[in-house]
């Protein structure tokens, strides 16, 4: 099994910027893709960006031109670094791993991202 955890998240204005990060540990040889994904409360989870193996990257048409995701090997972590953040990226992110076989990790905890006017 993949396990993922968040990091980074916090209180900024808009405008500004945050880099998460999302450091897997577990069977990450079994990874196909990263993906970040952001929850409001009361609101389904969503897209916002994916990096495969491979280095392909797309995002949510929401995340482009933003935010960018990219990714450590050595250190099995992939990024999310935020740009222009708008009061509207408020929301709790979570990463998540696309393993071989379509299965996925243990979704973590989360990392509260919010953005004030």
């Known amino acids: 099994q993949v396990q993922l955890v968040e990091s980074g998240g916090g209180l900024v204005q808009a405008g500004g910027s945050l880099r998460l990060s999302c450091a897997a540990s577990?069977?990450?040889?079994?990874?196909?893709?990263i993906v970040w994904y952001r929850q409001v409360a009361g609101k389904q989870r969503e897209l916002v960006a994916r990096?495969?193996?491979?280095?392909?990257?797309d995002y949510a048409d929401s995340a482009r031109g933003r935010f960018t995701i990219s990714r450590d090997n050595a250190k099995n972590t992939v990024y999310l670094q935020m740009n222009s953040l708008k009061p509207e990226d408020t929301a709790v992110y979570y990463c998540?791993?696309?393993?071989?076989?379509?299965?996925?990790?243990?979704w973590g905890q989360g990392t509260q991202v919010t953005v004030s006017s």
């Open positions: 577990g069977s990450t040889f079994s990874i196909v893709a």
């Open positions: 998540n791993a696309i393993l071989f076989g379509s299965s996925m990790g243990s």
């Open positions: 990096i495969t193996n491979g280095g392909s990257t």
